[in-house]
Structures are given as structure tokens and as C-alpha cells.
């Protein structure tokens, strides 16, 4: 099994930073992609930014500038630094983690964190 677990969220001032960090855990083979989405009240889950084992990034629009994605093999962890944070991206955020877990063949995950709430006050 994987287990994919987020912390870092809270409370932050409209115009402030915050960091949000994911750990992957489990009988992992290989991570291919790790990844934040986020899901506002009312809207449904969007991808706010990717990265992959070679650490190509991808941002969605509305966050490219000011989010800054990056992850570290060795642990199988993904942060997000987020600077100036605007009301809109208050949601609750999403680690996600595809890749293989050890066993032959390699079985395919798709992992999802329980989530961490980000406010941001205006």
C-alpha cells in the first residue's frame, strides 16, 4: 500500500506566503508524478501544479509566478511554496502521487492525501 500524507496548511494574510509539503510512503517501486490539486467549496478538484522524477514542472495559469512546486527523490516528497497568496486560492489542497508499487510486476498507484485547508484572508 501507499500512504501520501500533506501538512503546511492554515491560515494566511491575502498577500503572504505559505508552504505545504507531502510525504509518500509505502511499498513504493517508483514515483512517476507527484502533484497539488486543490478543491474550493462549490468547484470541482483542479491541478495547481505537477512535477515528475525528472523534475519537469507544470503550473496551472492562474498560480504560475508565484507557486513554486518541487520535489525530493530521496524521500518521496513534494513541497509547494506559495507567495502571494490571493483570496482565490483559498481551497483545500491535494498531494497526489502515480507511479509503481514494488511487486512483479510493478502494480500502478494513484495516491491521494486526506487533504490540508488553506484560508486566506483578505
Known amino acids: 500500500q501507499v500512504h501520501v500524507v500533506e501538512s503546511g496548511g492554515g491560515l494566511v494574510q491575502a498577500g503572504g506566503s505559505l508552504s505545504l509539503s507531502c510525504s509518500v510512503s509505502?511499498?513504493?517501486?517508483?514515483?512517476?508524478?507527484m502533484g497539488w490539486y486543490r478543491q474550493a467549496p462549490g468547484e470541482q478538484r483542479e491541478l495547481v501544479a505537477q512535477?515528475?522524477?525528472?523534475?519537469?514542472?507544470h503550473y496551472a495559469d492562474s498560480v504560475k509566478g508565484r507557486f513554486t512546486i518541487s520535489r525530493d527523490n530521496v524521500n518521496n516528497a513534494v513541497h509547494l511554496r506559495m507567495n502571494s497568496l490571493k483570496s482565490e486560492d483559498a481551497a483545500v489542497y491535494y498531494c497526489?502521487?502515480?507511479?509503481?508499487?514494488?511487486?512483479?510486476?510493478?502494480?500502478?498507484?494513484?495516491?491521494w492525501g486526506q487533504g490540508t485547508q488553506v484560508t486566506v484572508s483578505s
Open positions: 512535477i515528475n522524477a525528472g523534475h519537469a514542472t
Open positions: 509505502g511499498t513504493i517501486f517508483s514515483i512517476v508524478a
Open positions: 497526489n502521487a502515480v507511479g509503481y508499487e514494488t511487486a512483479s510486476p510493478p502494480v500502478r498507484f494513484d495516491s
